[in-house]
Each structure stands twice: as C-alpha cells, then as structure tokens.
C-alpha cells in the first residue's frame, strides 16, 4: 500500500511540473517560426521545478518520478530528449521518445540529499536543438529510517553528594540523521528509562538533573542511569535510542570522626626508651581523601608528660608513644583522654555535629629486669703522678633497683686500660694505681667500669670513668732545640748573637718559669742575659772572642722555680766566621785550616789547571799513537790468515775464529781456477796435510800473497769447513752488500781502496770494517 501511494506521489510531482514547461516551450516555437524586430524582453524557453524522490523505495522496476515535454513535439517522433548530469545514465534514465525519467535504484537522502541534471530537446535526425537545455533539481524526500544515536556515549559524571534538587550533572546530546526540516523525523524528545527518583531529564535539551535531595555518598556511591532519545516528537512510530550515564557522588566533609570503642588499654615495659610505641588509635570517619584525615591529641596534661600522640604518615591513625622514661617501682599506670578531630571542616556541614570524638586511654607499666644503676651518669676522679701503686683514687656505686639488697660487682673493661695502670676492689668498686703515672705520657685515663648483679650475671651495666693525672715538678728545664750558631770576626761588643728559649714538660705555672745563667767572670768570651720571659739572650761581651779554629761551647744552666727547684746544664756552639759587609757568612772554619797551610785560593786553581793540561796531553799522545799502528798495520809482513783470525770483530765469523775459512772472502771473479780432478772430500779428517807453498820472489804483492794462501787453504782437506761455510754463505757474489775483501776491487790513481758505497749503511756488524777502508788519514801523518 506504502508503495503505490510513493509513485502516485511521484506521477503527481511530475505532471505538476509539466504544466509549467508548456508555456515557455511554446514561445520559443513562436519565436523560431516567425522571426521578427528585437523583442524587449528574452523568455527563458525551459523553466524547470524541482523533482522529488521518495528514499528508500525499492520497486519491482524502475519508477516513473516525471515528464519531459515540449509544445515543439507534436507527436510526429522527430523529437528526442537527452539528460545529462549527476547520476544520468545510471541514477536517472530518461525515453528519448516521450521525456519520461525513471530512477532505477533505491536512493539514500543520508548519502546524497540531491541531483541536479540538464534537460534536452534536440531534433532526432539532425540533433539540432529544438529549445535551450535547461537544468533542474531531483531531491530525495526524507522518510524516517534513522534513529537517534549518542556519538559521545556512554557517559560518566560526578555530582557532590548532599547536593540540592535540581543540582545539574551533565547534559547529552543525540543526533539523528533524518532531515530535520521536513516532517519531525529528526525532532527529539529525552526521557529516562532507569535512574528514577534519583534524576531527572530535561526532554529537550537532555541536562541530567539530581531529582531527590541528601544522596549520601557513604550509602550509595555510584549511580547507573539510562537514557532514551526518541523521534517522531516522542510520538508512536519514532524511532529511538539510548545511553548510559555512570553518576558518581563525590565526598563532601560530612560526617565526624567517631571512635570504635570509648576505653582503650595499653601496655609497656618500663625499660621502654622515649620514642617507644605503645599502640595505636584510629576514630572512623566513612569520608574519604582530605575530609578524613585526623588530628590527634592528649587532653590531660598527667598523661601528656609521660606519654606523646601523633598522626601517621596516611593522617589516618593516632600513635600513641612515650616521651620519658618510665619506673614501674615509681608509677604502674596512667589513665588519660584523646582527642581526634577533623583537619579539614566544610562550614556548610557544620550542622551535622561537631567534628571531633573523645576516648579514654589506660598504659599499664610492666616491671622488667633491670641492670644496676649507678648513683651518678659519669664520674670524674684525679691522682697525683709518680704516686706508688696501690694510691687510692676514688669509689663508684650502683645498685640494683629491683632488689636493693642484691650484691654488685665491679670490673674495669680492658680495652678501656691496655696498660692496666688501675685496679677496682669487685665488692666495693674502689679503683686504686696499679703503677706510678706520669702526667706528661697521660694527663687523662678514661675507664669503662661494668657493674653486674651475682644474680644474674645478664644485667649488667656501664659508666665512664674520667681520670685526671695531676702535674708535679718532676721535669728539669731544657733548651727548646739544640743550637749551633755563629758570630762575626767583626761583630762588635754588646750585639746579639742569638736568642735561646727553654722547654719545661711540667704543667704547673711556677715550674714553667725558667731562669738561665751563663759564664760569669772577666775572662769569660760570651754572657747570657735572662729576658724573665722563658728565653735568655746570648751576647757579646764588651772584649771580642779571640779567634780561634775550634767553636765555643758556652755552658748554660738552667732552673725551674718548683717545689723542690729542678735545674739543667746545656751548651750552645759558637763559631767564629768571616762575614761580608751585608753580615752573611763568608767563610769559617775550612779557609782558617788552609790559609795556615800557607796555600791560597789562587795557588789550589793554578795545581788543578795543571794536571788537566798534563791529562790532556797523555790523551793526545796515546790517541795519535793508535792512529799510526792502524795504517801500517796492512804493510807488515806478516802472514794474512793469521791476522784474520785473530781478528774478531766483523761479519758473521767472530763466533769461531779457530776455523776461519778465507775462501768465503775471496772475489769469486778474481780467484784463480780450481785443479783439475775430483774436489777432496771435506767431510773427514786427512791422512797427510798438502805442502806448503813456497811465497813467490819479488816485491809483497798483497793480492797475489792472498790468492796463494786462499787457495791453499781451499785444497788443504784437514779444515773444518762447516761452521764458516754457514757463517758466511751469504756474503760474496750474490749478497746485497758484495764481497767484503776489497782483493778484487779496482785502485784508484793513489791506490786507495775506495768502497762502491758507504760501509756506515751496512749496520753495526760492519763498524770495524767501516773504520779499516772508509776513515781517512790525519793530515800530517
């Protein structure tokens, strides 16, 4: 039924929208048939209404929404209609023939709310345009197909408790996807399906609202209510939807502390130090956060003496502790009164009672065990040094507080006297020297003194023992230092020469003044002048000291004025010197002992040039010496392989120099042709050594000599080869450094052998072999 009155609605839409298509068609006809002057005023030839869609609809075939129709059709077929646009071709078809348009789906107005298209009138054979295109406007009519939804949902508020009626809590807010100006599909209406009586909605605007007064957190804390949004102005058939609301009351300050029980009783040992907790107490308040928290208090001052009362850390609960030390044998308990109150007071609640709860607290003392105590916390006791062992010191006392009549006994701890210098009596606690002190090693001895009851040797007890040793006159007076001074030859009667001071260990203020007397007489060389301060004056007398080589060794007596007066003898060396004009010292006694020699500054420089000129000369003398052996060693007329061997300083043979084997350091260019026949075996010993050869007459040709003797010694099978084949088996042809025998080398004009390149490079195994070919001769040698 819903279906057809849809497309009577849309035949109705557009045949309405025909009849105002006709007029302008027709005179635009007009117009092209009979052409005539300029007319004032143009006439649109299309003028279009909007078309309408029902949303939604889904039909067995496409649905007839209008018609398309010009006066210039007159049914002859030679007119054809076109549309183009959104949604032409697909959307929306159109019969060329007879202008009909027909949607051919199911549309939504939530995803599209309209399509504007182009109408055309064109001639069919030759698509000529009959009229002007025109455009026009197809709408999708709303129909109410979505409920109201809460984007922002579900909520969650918090009102404070206690709150008035009408006391806002949130608002929420739906929305609906319908047109809101067409109809009242998208009208909305708000209304709660749970949380009744405790809230209220406003229909309209959805402020969630309190709707009973005095919600008490501490009963019900959390509230669920649901909300529903409902279409169509609330009416029957809207479409609807909801969300829920979590109301939380908050805590105000409304009730006061309140203590479970009105006595509370405690128990604590007397031995119990101050800081001791004794117990807790908690007064319940059902708030929470601030409006909890406590202060507690003790009301009676008896109970605030003995005893304190503070809130912990979370303000919460009452510790009770104690503030002094307690004495079961004085007092076994004490009763007092609490108080806890609120910190924090809202004065809007202040009706609701005072905010504050008193209770009633009993400590019983407990008797304990305890040590001796000793009539006083320390003692100070004093002994006059060098007393014979067994000088009474003083006595300490303790007693035992639980049984007075209980034996005490008495010891020294022994790491408070390593030196065991006292003694207590154990029965009485007499302490007594046990050796003679001496104040100026201790002036104080402090012992720890134990005290243990016989009954129960677990109780026990310390005190501190200060002992003071006392000073008597038992030190001589010395000099402060030893001194060792010195006076100019020059100096003049009266002057100072030094000013002495004296040392008493004694601590006593008459002992502590020192007298000094020096050498008396007319013949005495130095006085001594006592300053009355601790310190003398060593002076000059009104003749000069006679020089003389030794020092003087001035005697100086010193006294104390104790009872009895102890007194000391001390020296001080003076030595005469010889002093610049500025008074520093010159010299003393060394010059003194020379110049009686007769010998001089002067002479003492003259000995000493002439020995290092005779050790100059000695140098020289055997330097030149060795240079002139060096250069004639080559021309003496000795045998070659002899001097070789003994040499020990070059190559790579100087670790044997028994078997030396000259072939290795013959030019294997220049030596001469091995014989003939087969090479003698030098693996074994010969049974005969091969002849000598004789030297050849003539002058000493050193390179013909060394050929000789090499190849004799290359025949001669009785050497043993081995050690100097592997010594120097890379040297020779071959070698990055050549031969080292300087045989087969060419001469220059003046004879000299002259190295390819320097011997230095070659490393320190080659220093003696530089120094032979490659130093050059000292001029005048």
């Known amino acids: 039924m819903w279906g057809l009155v849809r497309l009577l609605l849309a035949w109705l839409s557009g045949w309405g929208c025909m009849g105002h298509l006709a007029a302008p068609a027709r005179a635009w006809a007009r117009s092209q048939r009979h052409p005539g002057p300029a007319l004032l005023r143009t006439r649109r030839s299309w003028v279009w209404n909007q078309f309408f869609v029902i949303e939604e609809y889904a039909g067995p075939e496409p649905v007839l929404i209008g018609k398309l129709h010009s006066d210039v059709d007159r049914g002859e077929g030679r007119t054809k209609y076109l549309l183009t646009g959104e949604g032409a071709g697909t959307v929306f078809v159109i019969d060329e023939a007879t202008g009909n348009i027909h949607v051919t789906k ?4 939530e995803e599209k709310a309209q399509y504007v298209l182009l109408a055309q009138a064109v001639d069919r054979a030759s698509n000529r345009p009959l009229e002007p295109p025109s455009e026009f406007i197809i709408k999708v009519q709303d129909i109410n197909d979505n409920p109201p939804i809460f984007p922002l949902g579900p909520y969650h508020a918090t009102v404070p408790e206690m709150s008035n009626v009408g006391t806002s809590v949130i608002q929420v807010t739906a929305h609906d996807a319908d047109d809101p100006s067409y109809g009242n599909s998208a009208k909305l209406v708000y209304t709660i399906l749970d949380g009744l009586p405790f809230f209220s909605v406003d229909p309209q605007t959805g402020v969630v609202r309190t709707a009973i007064p005095n919600m008490d957190r501490e009963t019900q804390e959390e509230f669920l209510v649901v909300i529903q949004a409902k279409d169509m102005g609330g009416h029957m058939g809207g479409l609807s939807g909801s969300t829920t609301v979590t109301v939380t009351l908050s805590d105000v300050n409304d009730n006061p502390p309140k203590f479970p029980q009105s006595l509370y009783q405690f128990s604590v040992v007397e031995t ?14 059902p708030d929470l956060g601030d409006n909890a928290l406590m202060a507690y208090s003790i009301l009676d001052g008896e109970g605030s003496e003995a005893f304190s009362i503070s809130t912990d850390s979370q303000g919460r609960d009452g510790l009770l502790t104690v503030r002094k030390p307690l004495d079961f044998e004085t007092r076994r308990s004490y009763s007092f009164r609490v108080e806890a109150t609120n910190t924090l007071i809202d004065p809007a609640y202040l009706r609701r009672g005072p905010f504050k709860d008193v209770a009633s607290v009993r400590v019983a003392v407990q008797d304990a065990p305890e040590p001796p105590a000793f009539t006083q916390a320390a003692y100070l006791l004093a002994v006059p040094e060098n007393k014979a062992p067994g000088t009474l010191v003083g006595q300490i006392s303790a007693a035992d507080l639980d049984s007075p009549a209980s034996p005490i006994r008495y010891s020294i701890l022994p790491h408070s006297d390593p030196e065991r210098c006292f003694s ?3 029965e009485d606690g007499t302490i007594h020297t046990a050796t003679p002190l001496d104040r100026e090693a201790h002036v104080w001895h402090n012992l720890t003194v134990l005290a243990t009851e016989l009954d129960s040797s677990a109780q026990a007890s310390r005190v501190q023992v200060a002992i003071q040793t006392l000073d008597e006159n038992d030190n001589a007076p010395q000099l402060a230092e030893p001194y060792d001074t010195f006076v100019c030859d020059s100096a003049v009667p009266g002057q100072l020469i030094q000013v002495i001071r004296a040392l008493d260990r004694d601590e006593d203020g008459n002992s502590s003044r020192v007298s000094f007397q020096g050498p008396l007489g007319p013949d005495a060389n130095f006085t001594i002048r006592d300053n009355r301060d601790g310190s003398a004056s060593l002076l000059l007398p009104s003749r000069p000291a006679p020089p003389r080589q030794a020092p003087y060794l ?4 010193l006294w104390d004025w104790g009872q009895p007066s102890l007194s000391s003898t001390a020296t001080v060396t003076v030595s005469v010197c010889r002093c ?10 060394p010059e003194a002992q020379l110049s009686a020699t007769g010998l001089s500054t002067g002479a003492l420089l003259a000995i000493v040039t002439c020995v290092g000129a005779l050790l100059a000369l000695v140098v020289l003398f ?9 250069a004639l060693m080559v021309l003496e007329e000795e045998d ?4 070789i061997i003994t040499y020990d300083d070059e190559g790579g043979g100087e670790e044997d120099t028994e078997a030396f084997d000259i072939t290795a350091l013959q030019n294997p260019d220049g030596a001469a042709p091995p014989a003939p026949g087969p090479p003698a075996r030098r693996d074994v010993l010969p049974r005969a050594r091969a002849p000598r050869q004789p030297r050849p007459p003539g002058p000493a040709d050193v390179a013909q000599l060394l050929a000789l003797r090499l190849r004799e010694a290359d025949e001669d099978p009785s050497v043993p080869p081995y050690d100097s084949v592997q010594v120097y088996g890379y040297e020779g042809r071959g070698s990055s450094c050549g031969s080292l025998s300087s045989l087969g080398s060419g001469s220059e004009a003046g004879g000299a052998p002259g190295p390819a390149e320097p011997l230095d490079d070659w490393g320190p195994l080659f220093r003696t072999l530089a120094e032979l070919y ?8």
């Open 640 to 643: 070659v392989r002899e001097n």
């Open 272 to 285: 119990a130090g101050p800081g001791t907790l004794v117990g807790r107490l908690r007064a319940q308040d």
């Open 622 to 630: 055997v330097a030149l010496r060795r240079q002139k052996q060096e």
């Open 106 to 109: 199911s549309l939504d107005r």
């Open 774 to 781: 490659g130093a050059k001769e000292p001029p005048g040698l």
């Open 580 to 589: 610049r004009p500025d008074g520093s010292v010159a010299s003393c006694r």
């Open 554 to 557: 001035v005697p100086i007596e």
């Open 424 to 426: 207590i009596e154990p």
